[in-house]
Structures are given as C-alpha cells and as structure tokens.
C-alpha cells in the first residue's frame, strides 16, 4: 500500500491522517489509471466522501464488536445500520 501511495506524490506527509488519506485516494482511483484506460466499475453509486463516511462506520462498528471476519449475514446486518445512519 505504501508503494502505491508514494509512487504518486513522494512527498510523505508529517501526520498519519494525511497519509492514510493519500493511501485512500491512491486505492480507490489513481492505482486504476495505471492499467491503460482501465475505468472501474462502481456497484455501488456512491461518490467518495459518501463511501468514506460508509467505511469509517463500517470499520467502527466491526472494531467496536471485535469483528475481524464476516459471514454474509453480519456483512448485511452492518450495512443495515450504515444504512439507518446514512439516510
């Protein structure tokens, strides 16, 4: 992840949040536009700050749980209260 993140702007930031933001931004698109017109298909039709906000409470509630591998009933009974909260 670090490669992929630093292969874009070498300039590490100083905090780890600007970092971890870097990393983001390079995972979810800038690692794409290396694979010649390659354009990834969203299933999901959120925009980025949306899909931030979706992770960000999917990694607190399955944190706050000691959730560390999903079946796909716990995978949809998180996204259900993602989903209360987001609407």
């Known amino acids: ?16 949040h600007l970092f971890y933001e870097m990393a983001f931004d390079a995972l979810y698109y800038r690692h794409d536009l290396t694979k010649n017109g390659y354009k990834r298909q969203f299933s999901s039709n959120l925009d980025k700050q949306t899909f931030i906000k979706v992770l960000a409470y999917f990694s607190l509630i399955s944190y706050h749980g000691q959730m560390y591998e999903f079946d796909e009933h716990q995978y949809l009974e998180i996204c259900r209260k993602i989903k209360k909260q987001i609407d």
């Open 1 to 16: 992840m670090m490669l992929v993140t630093i292969s874009y702007n070498p300039d590490i930031p100083l905090t780890m």
